[in-house]
Every structure is written in structure tokens, then in C-alpha cells.
Nanobody
Framework: VQLQASGGGLVQAGGSLKLSCAAS????????VAWFRQAPGNEREFVST????????YYAESVKGRFTISRDNAKNTVYLQMNSLKPEDTAVYYC??????????????????WGQGTLVTVSS
């Protein structure tokens, strides 16, 4: 499975962006997909996950109520709609896919496949 993240850019605080994670590979529809982000000087942190059926979603507390993750398995694509963006959301955003157990769903080590990242910059 290969992942390609896109949709990043420069936006003012309070604005919106929609990230996409396009995947190749027939098994994509059976994988959970997550978004992580990494700001300069910081460790990579969990943002959101959607299970392979799309039936369950998980969010970091810092983005809950502002970000929405969704997927279209027919298009092999997962989306992250980001609203009410804040300067602290500035980071490189990575999508990842795998079969994490529930207790590890927020752990980067639980995901096998990774995209190259897309930069989101939120100006104040």
C-alpha cells in the first residue's frame, strides 16, 4: 500500500483546509487510516483515526470539534476536514494506514504504511 497526502497550504487562523490521503493497493479498504502531525522541534503526534469500515473515528482532544475524518473506500481516499484552524495546528501532516488494536490506535508505531506528509501553515 502506498499513500499520498495532499491538500496542505497556507491559511489564516480561523480558516479551513481539507487534506486528502490517496492510496494504492487492494487492501486499503481493510485498513484503519490515521493522520499524525509533526511541528518543528516536536514529536509526531496523533490527530485522528478512522476504522476500515468508517464506523468509528477517534480524535486528539486538541482537534475534537474542529477536525473531521472521513473515507471513501471506492476512491481509496481518506479526508481530513480542518476547520477553525489555529496557529498551533501548523505542522507537517502525515497519513498512515494499518491494523492497530484499539489500545494502540493513537500510537504511530501501530501503523505500517506512511505517506510523505503535507505542510499546513496557519498564520495568526
Amino acid at each position: 500500500v502506498q499513500l499520498q497526502a495532499s491538500g496542505g497550504g497556507l491559511v489564516q487562523a480561523g480558516g479551513s483546509l481539507k487534506l486528502s490521503c490517496a492510496a494504492s493497493g487492494r487492501t486499503f479498504g481493510t485498513l484503519s487510516v490515521a493522520w499524525f502531525r509533526q511541528a518543528p522541534g516536536n514529536e509526531r503526534e496523533f490527530v485522528s483515526t478512522i476504522t476500515w469500515t468508517g464506523g468509528r473515528t477517534y480524535y486528539a482532544e486538541s482537534v475534537k470539534g474542529r477536525f473531521t475524518i472521513s473515507r471513501d473506500n471506492a476512491k481509496n481516499t481518506v479526508y481530513l476536514q480542518m476547520n477553525s484552524l489555529k496557529p498551533e495546528d501548523t505542522a507537517v501532516y502525515y497519513c498512515a494506514a494499518g491494523r492497530p488494536i484499539l489500545s494502540a490506535i493513537r500510537s504511530s508505531s501501530a501503523y505500517t504504511y506512511w505517506g510523505q506528509g503535507t505542510l499546513v501553515t496557519v498564520s495568526s
